[in-house]
């Protein structure tokens, strides 16, 4: 079965920028899947949902729709539909007029139309809203009326830019699940464009993390999360201790690491480093626990509700944060030396 | 405590400058209802000048030309203003800079300036100066007239919106007709008025293109001023002016109501 | 998405290059032609006469002396326009604060009263003011009746006369980008200012001027160039003494029949307002990035 979109080697710069808005990206999004682009502000991940739309042109590379290049269709050719940040919808037209439009630019007959409005807006419970205005509605009902208009069309790929970023955070994870539900009822692929990495490992299938116009890594959440590829990923997903040590020993795919001031930190996956090499190591502060060989001068603790976070200070300066279950005991005192252990499996070793 | 917002002595001059721009007005409007034949005594109420007006076949002409001369000069510069402002909305910064230097020629240069330039065009590739030397011309300043409130239209609008109509499948044509003109439509309302007005009001450019065949009103009304002021200029002045206020506050009222339009829009 | 580019700009800007920038060179062409016998031009004889003609004249024997008739309707014109920018800024800037510490509604209806006469037609403006202003008329009848004057007023067909129609012309010009510029200052900015101790004309001096300045340039720009450029003000209102630049351009294509004469007065009158507008936008240049 051929990929619902591939991305080859496309590369943009945009006029009268230094760096490329892409720097020759390639990659593949499946049928069927959630993927997201994940990244800061300008990595190109809008650009990048704007060249599968048709909105913009790749300088070099190609993009397939289905197998087949879309380079030079106009975005009106192509079976593909969008949900604008701003939502885009027409303030003249009423929600069903909206909705209708993509269906009435294709040319179906007159009772189809209907019949898909009708679907739109009980998929997406807008019953008794057909007949208002844009303005009329809430953000979060605009929101419900911009993807029933783009999934009215039957695209193959629904592309999502940002849609919920307008919105307050209730609403905002009521709509994650919304879009996670409208996705498995569909079945079609939809690529949703983020900087919020939670709501990226919420509802993804797969996440494409990108930072300066270039893909960082694709994968799972679970993988992104737990396995960050390089430094990068691993400080843009989530909270991550990254403290320089150099290696001093190897034994199997596992390696001894040598703090700056004394302490140890054993990798369970250091396979492709040699004795001597100076790398970063970073784990997770849930993954710290109290007890162990890593010794650190607490300094204070954030208090979080479920968790507590423990800042310590480390013997080469830097600091260590550990996440522990607050409730249980309470945390050290200030001033003193305290033992952290982390796990070997929870450490990743990056060669910078 | 008195408002911070208030600063002594502006109302004054605030009421004064009105006063100011209101006195001729009134002015003219009361004397034109004068029933003497010299309209420095006042002898009493009448309208007979307002018939007199009515009844003059060479200012029913003059005003036939220019309604002719204003509605042609404002039918293809708010065309070409529309059209304009699409293309250059989506034009390169350079071709941009240029373009609108361009549109906002004819208002930047003195009239008279440009009044000299087009009568010497006409005669140098000898066109007959008639009314199509005058429509001519008056659409020169029309395009400026009709573009900026296009413009200032177009730039309220989500640029997004003619994307997401591209992403439904509507190809260029039905994107115009059937997202960009609606949407644009109050300010092309706008700028057609606002043409519209100019034209009917322009002296200095028609006096100089203007064929013997082609008097406008304005130009008429200089004529009749030069030759001696006369009650029936009052009234016929009167009527010019209470037609412009009309017109004006037609489009005022309207421009009122699709703001409040578009305000909701926003919210 | 392809752009779709300049293409539907093109009907305006190829009108416009046809019928504005071409009029203007072919006008630069002409007033270096030598002027026709019977009026008219002769379109292949050059000469810079008519450029000549508006500093000197030539005496009977043909030596060149300095003639300031024309240059002393150059300097009215800009003496005129200076006045009349001077106090339409003095009526302007203080209409215009007071409306924009108006509430909306009643700026809006303000506004409004102020933007009628603007779109009525400026020669029946005019025209009104030779009623108020003739011998005879209501001001001179008022002004002998209170006694403050004995016998005719002597007003019409002065430069005074102008200078009224012409303030009167360009009043809203003046009050509409002020008012523009000073109503979209966060009113924030002015409670912060009284609060920090300024009183009000500090306020207005350091705080509402300052950002005002460019609605301030703009009125000013708006004003002063029709202005210099007047026709029908010093046509209708002003005397033989009070011709203006535009007179003298109109008279060149009128009972003159100079039109090389014409042409090049034009486009001195051009070209100052252009270099004028130039420096000015150059002058904004630097103080923003200043």
Redesign the interface.
Known sequence: MTDAITIAAVRKQF?GSAHPALGGVSFAIRRNEFFTLLGPSGCGKTTLLRMI?????PDEGDILLDGRSVLGL????RP???V???Y?????MTVAENIA??PE??GLKRAEIRERVARMVALLRLDGMADRK??ELSGGQQQRVALG??LA?APKVLLLDEPLSALDLKLRKEMQIELKRLQQETGITFVFVTHDQEEALTMSDRIAVMARGEVMQIGAPVDIYEYPANRFVAEFIGDTNLVAATCIARDGAAGRFALAGGAEIVAGDAAAVAPGTEVTLAFRPERVTLGGSLTAVMRHAVYLGTDALLHAGLPDGSVLRARLRAGGVSPPAEGTAVGFGVAPDAVRVFTP | MKSLFRFPGTATVAALGLAFLYLPILALLILSFNENDLITIWTGFSARWYRAVFTNADMLQAARNSLIVAACATLFGTAAATAATLGVARARAAWKAAVEGLLGLPILVPEIVTAVALLLLFVFVGFELGLLTVVIAHTVFCIPFAYYPIRARLAGLDPALSEAAADLYADPARRFLRIELPLLSPGIAAGAMLAFISSLGDFVITYFVAGPGATTLPVYIFGMIRIGITPEVNALSAVMLLASILLITIAFLLGRHSDKQSDKGNG | MRRRGLAPAAPAALFLLAFMVGPLLLMLYVSTLERGAFGGVVWDAHSLAAYEKLVFERDLVGRLALNPDYLAIFARSFQLAAITTTVTLAIGIPTALYMTMLPPRRAAQLLFLITVPFWTNLLVRNFAWILLLRNGGPIDGMLNRLGLVSGPIDILYTPFATGIGLVYSFLPYMILPIFVAMERIDRRLIEAAFDLGANRLRVLTRVVMPLAMPGIVAGGVLVFVPCLGAYVSPELLGGAKSMMIGNLIQAQFGASRNWPFGAALAMVLLVILLMGLGLLALAGRRRKSA
Do not use: I, K
């Open positions: 006029e739309a048709g909105f913009e042109e106009n975005p009106n050719r593909v539909n969008t604008f940040q701003s885009a919808l027409f303030p003249h439009f993509g630019m294709l844009p303005r208009r783009a069309a």
